[in-house]
């Protein structure tokens, strides 16, 4: 059973930086995308941003311009960044990482457990 594991989250003033990893525990065959979504209080889980295996990428409005993901999928490692800047109150959720594959014509969803992000005004 392969794992993501989070890793960057914290708590930061308005207009500072955060950078979130995320790390599979094992291979992942048949990537098709990997992704950072969202949840606040309250509120149902967003899509932040996501890469797909072609590198080209998505993001949520509200991020667009603040936010950057990345991966690296040397040695099929499929860890996935994303670099936060400018942030704001607003931005305060518990962030998950998603990969997505799709290996024998079967889709597979794999979740992280979550990393805190607080940021105060």
């Known amino acids: 059973q392969v794992h993501l594991v989070e890793s960057g989250g914290g708590s930061v003033q308005a207009g500072g930086s955060l950078r979130l990893s995320c790390a599979a525990s094992?291979?992942?065959?048949?990537?098709?995308?990997m992704g950072w979504y969202r949840q606040a209080p309250g509120k149902q889980r967003e899509l932040v941003a996501v890469?797909?295996?072609?590198?080209?990428?998505?993001?949520a409005v509200s991020v667009k311009g603040r936010f950057t993901i990345s991966r690296d999928n040397a040695a099929a490692k499929n860890t996935v960044y994303l670099q936060m800047n400018s942030l704001k109150p607003e931005d305060t959720a518990v962030y998950y990482c998603?990969?997505?594959?799709?290996?024998?014509?079967?889709?597979?969803?794999?979740w992280g457990q979550g990393t805190q992000v607080t940021v105060s005004s």
């Open positions: 890469i797909n295996s072609d590198y080209s990428t998505n993001y």
């Open positions: 094992g291979t992942i065959f048949g990537v098709v995308a």
């Open positions: 998603n990969v997505r594959s799709v290996w024998s014509g079967i889709k597979y969803d794999y």
